[in-house]
């Protein structure tokens, strides 16, 4: 059973930092899937923040660049997400997701999300 755990939300003020983990359990070859952290706010879509290749490519929503970094630990099936310089509009549920695409099937995994609050 595949298992994704998000971890590290909280209350922060703006300007602060916090550190998400995204631990993984029962993913097959962890190392070739597609890591993504997506967020969604209040009344809001979910939007992708920021995603992570098996070859370790990242890219980020505008929003969030120059901010946040997004990491992989292959050995350890862990993706993380490093928010700086944390704004209230970041204020959501962010989630992890896995991805990996094997003709015909599509690999496609979710966590239960974790909330992330930025207020003074």
């Known amino acids: 059973q595949v298992q994704l755990v998000e971890s590290g939300g909280g209350l922060v003020q703006p300007g602060g930092s916090l550190r998400l983990s995204c631990a993984t359990s029962g993913i097959t070859f962890f190392s070739l899937y597609v890591m993504t952290w997506y967020r969604q706010a209040p009344g809001k879509r979910r939007e992708m923040v920021a995603r992570?290749?098996?070859?370790?490519?990242?890219n980020y929503d505008d929003s969030v660049k120059g901010r946040f970094t997004i990491a992989r630990d292959n050995g350890e099936n862990t993706v993380y997400l490093q928010m700086n310089s944390l704004k209230p509009e970041d204020t959501a549920v962010y989630y992890c997701?896995?991805?990996?695409?094997?003709?015909?099937?599509?690999?496609?995994?979710w966590g239960q999300g974790t909330q992330v609050t930025v207020h003074s």
């Open positions: 992570i290749t098996s070859s370790g490519h990242t």
């Open positions: 997701n896995a991805l990996r695409e094997v003709a015909p099937t599509k690999l496609d995994y």
